[in-house]
């Protein structure tokens, strides 16, 4: 069987997204290594779930990641789908935090969505299942 191990998001900033992603959204710290003074390596994942995808904060400098993370976000588009139990909720905790959404809660068809802003250069989408009617 094929699994999805990991998936990786560009960030302004490792060690900003490093705090943003662990103290803000609740992600566990999974690696933190910095390989003989160069970037640092740095995956988080949902806290206690350690059998899960995770997700590597990788530096958003050069010639393929800037431009790819800056049409993203003038296109409003999320670079990452992270899915919730509550979405208003989330919404709720993270705005009471100072996280700045460029959309709230809203049905989509058979999800409720809200995209914030992660601070380190990406829009990030929350998403809730709802049950089918």
């Known amino acids: 069987m094929i699994r999805v ?3 990786g998001v560009y960030v302004d900033d490792v060690a ?3 705090a943003f992603y662990t103290d803000v959204l609740g992600f566990e710290t999974r690696s933190h290594v910095v390989p ?3 970037s640092p390596f740095v995956t988080v994942g949902a806290a206690g779930g350690h059998n899960d995808v995770e ?3 990788e530096p958003g ?3 393929i990641a800037e431009p790819y993370r800056k049409a993203l976000h003038e296109a409003g588009i999320p670079c990452i789908v992270l899915g919730v139990d509550d979405v208003r909720a989330e919404h709720d905790r993270l705005v009471g935090l100072g996280v700045r959404f460029a959309h709230g809660p809203e049905k989509q068809g058979p999800v409720i969505t809200a995209v914030l802003d992660d601070t380190v250069g990406n829009l990030v989408q929350l998403m809730q299942d709802t049950p089918a009617t």
Do not use: S, V
């Open 55 to 57: 997700l590597l904060l």
């Open 61 to 63: 400098e050069g010639p």
């Open 16 to 18: 900003r997204a490093h």
């Open 5 to 7: 191990a990991m998936t």
């Open 36 to 38: 003989g003074g160069g």
